[in-house]
Each structure stands twice: as structure tokens, then as C-alpha cells.
């Protein structure tokens, strides 16, 4: 019996998620999608309506016989939310239950600050964006957050974070969850920032792998539209992974040679300022690149090497059809580019570098913030929590 | 219609694949793991029935009130055939259509010979197992082949394979298909071994990489029961990832410092002939390893490191639950597996390394053919042939 309500709520699940998604508008469009037959579709159809998740909205155009009537989600069902943590600035959403965003707003934040300023600051905020929007704590139905380090996904535990102190083991849901009582999904910023443009550049049945180049350097991998986590959630970690030469350079992990201690945005700036130049944080490298400093566009050059030889690898290992390069030092696309693109064609098997493309990220700053709202929707139509508003007759009177 | 019809034999194929695989054996455990409604389920099955796909096979136990009908696989409704080519020696079986075998033969012969030469050899031994177990090709319901080279899987058309002269772009499908009319997918042989090993392991949810150390070096990905083949059928290549330091190593890729080049068997027997030993090939290192020879021991303790610095690479991207090594010098696999251990649990991050496990292959020299067998099984049960037997009415009379 259980098992079968299980069922029931999986099927729920599907057919609210066609709706949502704007793939099935009307019954008859969702008996053809799934193959359900048609008295199944509408007795779950019914389900949806009565607990609030869905609702009609008159009648669509006729092909041939009696006009259908639309379905459509009901924006009273409820919102997500999405917040971006990054190492040195912040960002947050309302979107619906598709992951369209609605309002946002982004802010400077120290995550160096530690958890109890940040997360404290990033709840204050949550709630007056709610509030500006007529949406009150009751009407939030999933959470999507990234933090700038790895993340056990199952448990949303913070684990060694290299650039976060004071937020090592700290299982960030249960802060979030003494306001809102809904599904909190933390996950590494990469991550979500990859989710977020594989959404945004409208991708089916890609394989994308999301470089993140800034203060560090990481990696989100999609894979038909979800995010792969690995084992532990520690997928795509390639900050740490080792680059020929480069023996002497001590990493914050306590390894040597890892391409983030080589070819990230802090690691062009110390090369910089042991030249002289007074240099300290990525973005200053991003500001003389942009002024054209011949130093800085050798450097970031350089570095484009030693991450297309890392990338060159992956390549090799998964072959993926679109690596796309994002953050604070993807501004200086082109020379990053240039020496990635060359030493990943020159170094990976040709049957893999085939059709693959490798550009700058299309999405721009929103990608986290995008992606966060895309991974809390996707939670939000899940089957648990259809099977919960289920049990409880109603998605807006949520089980406490 | 078209579309319903597609679903239908979705449903269809997904019933079918439940029966097939263990997991129901009757109406109501169909019903209750679907979901679908008991009605639908009955005429779904009496259509599988009817094509003769499955068969009703007597009643089974009551759980209170009538005694639910036990339904089987028709064991007249065929079989698979598998098929794994090596570099220096061959291995066929036939399987039922869940991939159980139940019968092979392995033999000795040179991938190097050309496509037709080995090709030709490979159907005559087909033919005349399929005769001696009292089948015909017209009972073979999809063939699985594994072949040590680059494979678009899409059309079993092998791309630029290293050694394997004269099979660049011979899509190998079309040649089978002369002796049986049945779908031929061809793989890159460490994918198929990948896939056998993860089910000889009884694995689920996990996600594993198979690692063949032989004449080559490649790597097989699985997650959730499938292999994972990347944009190009190019994924796993890991033999042509560059290692640190050998910049004067050339690879048979035209590229320098590849693992394969440097850690290989054959890479292996060419250090010690510069050695002054009399070893030329990745069989003379097993079998002089295996005799204890300590330069040999030293030297397949070093490319066990440098293939610890890839997998490194490799546990950091992709964060697996199980790596497992196969291929012939994996027989040497204290020595190998220490310098691969060393190195992925002192590179990788901690957090993928956490439950990490790094073992020899459990099935052995069958892991190919295994592989080959649940590849075609896979695809036997699949939609798409499942559609075109619903079309025919019966299973047994393909449209050719």
C-alpha cells in the first residue's frame, strides 16, 4: 500500500512537472505525453486541482472536437527560493515553481565572515525580498543554495571548505529551516552555476561541464539536465588536481602544484605582484587585464594553458559537448580562452574534440542565482514532496 | 497516434524489462511497481504474451486470496549474443534475453589481422555456437560487441583506433547484419567490460570506473547501470591524458608523455628491453612480475603511480564510489593497485576519497563478455524493439 502511494506520488509528480514546464497544458496533451490512459490522467488531474498545485484557466484552441481546458500552475501554489553565496559577493531570488525568477537582488558579503554573520544576513534578506513581493515565509516551497565549497549534497554539510573558515561540518539546512519550513538543497556554487546555464542556453541532452575561474577554480557537470555530484557530492573538484611544473607551489589544501594554486585569479596575482605590480585579489588582476597590461595578458594566458591542460583531460575522460567558462576572471575571456581552446585541442583525442564547443558563459553573473531557483523547483515538483501535499490535502498548508 | 503508440511500447518494453530482470513475476507486482492501474497492466502483459515474448508459467504462492499467476520469460522467445575482441584474444557467448549466459568460447586472435579476417573468424564461431546449443541466427534478438578502440556508439563505426589497423571508420554493424537480423551495438571493449563488471558486482546506484591496464590503457564509466559515453562515444580515454615529466615519451597517438605511453604493458616491456631484459610484450612483464623479478616489480609499482596521478585527476572530477582495475597486467595487482592507492589517496580531496574503494576486477577475463551480454540484453528489451515486435505480433518473426 505504501509502495503504491509511492507510485501514485511519482506519477503526481510527472505530470505536475509536464505542466510546470510547459510541455502538457491540458489532459489530453498529458495522457499522450506519459502513455497513462486518459481516466488515470484525469483522476490525477483532479488531485492537483483539489490540493491547489494546478488550475484551470479556460479553454484551449479545439483540434477538431470539443475545445480542451487549459491547465496551467497556480501561482498561488507557491514560490522557491535561490541564493548564490560567493567567496566576495551575494545573491538571492524568488522565482516560481518553473524556476522563472520573479525578483532578485545582490549584495557584497564576505563569506570569510563566517556562517553565523553570513547565514543570518542572508535570511534577513530573504525575508524583506518576500516581503516587498506580497510572498510571505508560509508561501516558500523549496530552497536552492550554493556556497563556494564542497558540500555533502545529501545532508547540505559543508565539508573542508578551503576558502570558508568556521564553516567546516556545518549542515546549513537546519539554520534555514528555523524559518522556513521547506526543503532546503545546498549544493557547491559551481554546481548551481552550471544548472543554471544549461537551463539559460536552453540545452537537451548535453553534456556541459561549467569552469568557474575566480578567486579559485571549479567545475559543475550536467548530464541530461542534472547536475552529477559523484559519491560524497565532491564531483568536479578540479581546483586541486595537479599540473606538470609546478612542484614548488604550496596550495591552501596542503598539496602542492593543484591548478588552483597555479592558474586562478589569486594565483595570477601573486605571480603579478612577485613581479612588482601591485596586485592582490583576482579582481585586480580583471582590472589591469581589461586596461590591456601586456604582464597581466601573459600571465592569464599562461594560466589558460595550465587549465585547458587539466580540461584536456576531462575531455579525454568524459566527452562532453560544451565546456563554458564563467566567473570573476572569465571577464578577460578572450586570452583565457585562447590558451585553454589551444592546448585542449592540441592535447585531447580528436574522436572527442569532434563537435565540442568552448565559450564564455551566456548567463553572466545570474548563473548561480539562475541555477539555484532551477535545482529548488526541480525539488519542489519532486515526488516527496507531491506525496507530502498529498498526505496533507493541500500545497499551501505545509506540515510543520 | 504515433506518439501513443511509442508510449504504449515504452510501457510495454518497461514491464517486459521487470519480468525479464527478477523484479515481478506476476500481474500485481507489475501493477504495484509501475503504478499503473491493474487493467492496464493485464492488457499490456496479454500483449507480451500474445507476441511470446513471456509465458505463463503456473500459479504462485497466495498471499491471502487467489493464487496470482506466475509469468516468466519464454525461454523460445531468443537469445543475445556477445562479443568481446581483444587485442590478442577473442571471447563470444550466448545469453538469454536478461544477459544470463549460457554459453561461450574464447580463442586466440590478432585485432591487428584487419576487419575482415577477424570479422569473418568472429561469425563462423558465432554461427557454429549458436548450432551447437541448438539455436539459429534467426533466434538472436540484439548483439553486443566490444571492440579495444574509439567507437562512435551511435553507428558502431570504430574512429582512428590506435591498434587496430584498417578498421578507421568501418562501421561494424553493417557487416553483421549480413549473417543476423538483429540490432549490433558496438562498444569500445572497456566500456562492455565496465558494464559486465558492475554486474557480476551486483552494484546499484553506484558509480564505478573500470581501469584496463593491458596493451593499452582505458576506462570504462558507469553510473546507475549505464554507461556513460559522452557527445562523441569517446568517454574513458584515459590512455591519452598526459603525465608529468615525460616529455620525451612518444605515443602511437602522435602525441608525447600520454599514460599509455608511459605506464602500459607494452610501455612497461619497452623500459625493461632498455634494460637489457628480453621482454617485448605486456604478457612477458605478467609473467616475469609474476616470478617476482624485482626490476619488474619496481617498474609496475612506477606506472601504478603514474596511473594513480591520473585516477587522481580523475577521483577529484568525477568523485566514484568504486574504481576497479581489469586487463592483463592487473594480474599483477598488488603491485600495481599499492602505486595507484598511494597516489589517489595522497592527490585526490579528501571528501572523494572518503568511502572510496580501489580493487581488482571480480569477474576476470569475463568481464567483456559479460558486458557484451547485458549491452544487448539492454537494448533486446528496449523500446525501439520492442515497438517493432507489437508491429509484427510476434517476437520470433523479425521484419527483415
Redesign the interface.
Known amino acids: 500500500m505504501a509502495?503504491?502511494a509511492?507510485?501514485?506520488a511519482?506519477?503526481v509528480a510527472k505530470l505536475a512537472e509536464l505542466v510546470v514546464g510547459g510541455r502538457a497544458s491540458s489532459r489530453s496533451e498529458l495522457a499522450?505525453?506519459?502513455?497513462?490512459?486518459r481516466s488515470?490522467v484525469s483522476r490525477r488531474v483532479e488531485h492537483l486541482l483539489r490540493i491547489g498545485l494546478l488550475v484551470e484557466s479556460g479553454d484551449g484552441p479545439s483540434s477538431g472536437g470539443r475545445r480542451p481546458v487549459l491547465i496551467t500552475i497556480n501561482p498561488a501554489a507557491g514560490v522557491v527560493l535561490s541564493a548564490y553565496l560567493g567567496a566576495t559577493h551575494s545573491r538571492i531570488a524568488i522565482a516560481d515553481l518553473s524556476g522563472q525568477i520573479e525578483a532578485e537582488q545582490s549584495w557584497k558579503a564576505d563569506i570569510g565572515d563566517g556562517p553565523d554573520r553570513v547565514l543570518a544576513g542572508l535570511v534577513d534578506r530573504l525575508l524583506s525580498l518576500l516581503d516587498q513581493h506580497g510572498r510571505s515565509p508560509a508561501d516558500v516551497r523549496a530552497i536552492g543554495i550554493g556556497v563556494p565549497g564542497?558540500v555533502?549534497f545529501a545532508t547540505g554539510t559543508v565539508?573542508?571548505p578551503p576558502i570558508m573558515p568556521g564553516w567546516d561540518g556545518l549542515a546549513v539546512p537546519a539554520i534555514l529551516r528555523e524559518h522556513f519550513h521547506a526543503p532546503v538543497l545546498v549544493d557547491n556554487d559551481v554546481n548551481i552555476m552550471a544548472l543554471g546555464e544549461y537551463w539559460f542556453r536552453g540545452c537537451h541532452d548535453?553534456?556541459l561541464l561549467f569552469v568557474k575561474v575566480g578567486t579559485g577554480i571549479g567545475?559543475g557537470?550536467i548530464?541530461n539536465g542534472l547536475v552529477?555530484?559523484?559519491?560524497?557530492?565532491?564531483?568536479?573538484?578540479?581546483g586541486?588536481?595537479?599540473?606538470?611544473?609546478h612542484d614548488d607551489v604550496i596550495c591552501v589544501?596542503g598539496?602542492s602544484s593543484c591548478l588552483e594554486a597555479v592558474a586562478s585569479g589569486s594565483a595570477i596575482a601573486r605571480q603579478l605582484a612577485a613581479e612588482g605590480l601591485d596586485v592582490r585579489y583576482a579582481r585586480d588582476v580583471v582590472r589591469l587585464g581589461q586596461a590591456g597590461d601586456p604582464r597581466v595578458v601573459r600571465h592569464v594566458r599562461v594560466a589558460g594553458e595550465r587549465i585547458g591542460?587539466?580540461l584536456?583531460?576531462?575531455v579525454?575522460?568524459?566527452?562532453?559537448?560544451q565546456i563554458v567558462l564563467g566567473g570573476s576572471v572569465a571577464a578577460l575571456r578572450d586570452d583565457l580562452l585562447a590558451g585553454i581552446r589551444g592546448v585542449v585541442y592540441?592535447?585531447?583525442?580528436?574522436?572527442?574534440t569532434?563537435?565540442?564547443t568552448i565559450e564564455a558563459c551566456a548567463s553572466g553573473e545570474r548563473a548561480g542565482v539562475l541555477g539555484g531557483a532551477i535545482l529548488a523547483a526541480q525539488n519542489a515538483l519532486g515526488p516527496e514532496q507531491v506525496a507530502r501535499w498529498l498526505r496533507a490535502g493541500t500545497v499551501s498548508r505545509m506540515a510543520r
Open positions: 509502495a503504491e509511492g507510485n501514485e511519482r506519477e499522450s505525453l506519459t502513455g497513462l490512459p488515470t564542497p555533502e565539508v573542508q548535453e553534456q567545475c557537470i548530464t552529477h555530484r559523484g559519491a560524497d557530492g565532491a564531483a568536479g573538484d578540479i586541486h588536481v595537479r599540473v606538470a611544473g589544501c598539496n591542460e587539466v584536456a583531460s576531462m579525454n575522460f568524459y566527452n562532453p559537448s592540441q592535447r585531447a583525442v580528436p574522436l572527442a569532434r563537435r565540442l
